[in-house]
T-cell receptor, first 115, second 110 residues
Framework: GAGVSQTPSNKVTEKGKYVELRCDPI?????LYWYRQSLGQGPEFLIY????????DSGLPNDRFFAVRPEGSVSTLKIQRTERGDSAVYLC?????????????FGPGTRLLVL | GQQVMQIPQYQHVQEGEDFTTYCNSS?????IQWYKQRPGGHPVFLIQ?????EVKKQKRLTFQFGEAKKNSSLHITATQTTDVGTYFC??????????FGEGTQLTVNP
């Protein structure tokens, strides 16, 4: 596609529920990143995929968070047993092949609110 | 772990005044990137600096990378209302992981 797309744009859920957030990267980009941005803060790295595999998942805050990218394109971020502290904007970015000099192109984000 | 700090957190200027935001990393960086995020929007890439002491310009924006590759600055000359937004630096020490600063929120009074 023309850019990175994310769905849903907004998600409201109740504490304890399970949510899935989807990211569709720029066509042909092998590198995909998930970030979390809280109000007034910079994006916080969660996980980086190179193709189908998670090359760096050191930013995932705990085992309630999990992400997959089974075919090396679309990625899903999964959050189990959501907590109010999970409320944030979840941003996805992609780059051509993950090289250290590459531009990361961000999607519009999914705004998650846990009540 | 690596930390990236940015100051000031907020900056209010009159249109036509200059603006500068500063970024400092706790570790030496391989490169640093700058992003702009408009209110309600997502981060948009502005530029990347790689070399020690590098200076790059984009019209009224001047970006600088420190000699030790641990700090950087963004200077905007003669701000305009279209410059409004939050400016983030993001440093990369190794690998592909970017560590973002907390950003400087710029408001411009017309």
């Amino acid at each position: 596609g023309a850019g990175v797309s994310q769905t849903p744009s907004n998600k409201v859920t109740e504490k304890g529920k399970y949510v899935e957030l989807r990211c569709d990267p720029i066509s042909g980009h092998t590198a995909l990143y998930w970030y979390r941005q809280s109000l007034g803060q910079g994006p916080e790295f969660l996980i980086y995929f190179q193709g189908t595999g998670a090359a760096d998942d050191s930013g995932l805050p705990n085992d309630r968070f999990f992400a997959v990218r089974p075919e090396g394109s679309v990625s899903t971020l999964k959050i189990q047993r959501t907590e109010r502290g999970d409320s944030a904007v979840y941003l996805c970015a992609s780059s051509s092949n993950g090289g250290i000099g590459e531009t990361q192109y961000f999607g519009p984000g999914t705004r998650l609110l846990v009540l | 772990g690596q930390q990236v700090m940015q100051i000031p957190q907020y900056q209010h200027v009159q249109e036509g005044e200059d603006f500068t935001t500063y970024c400092n990393s706790s570790t030496t960086l391989s490169n640093i990137q700058w992003y702009k995020q408009r209110p309600g929007g997502h981060p948009v890439f502005l530029i990347q600096l790689v070399k020690s002491g590098e200076v790059k310009k984009q019209k009224r924006l001047t970006f600088q990378f420190g000699e030790a590759k641990k700090n950087s600055s963004l200077h905007i000359t003669a701000t305009q209302t279209t410059d409004v937004g939050t400016y983030f630096c993001a440093g990369r020490a190794s690998g592909s992981r970017l560590t973002f600063g907390e950003g400087t929120q710029l408001t411009v009074n017309p």
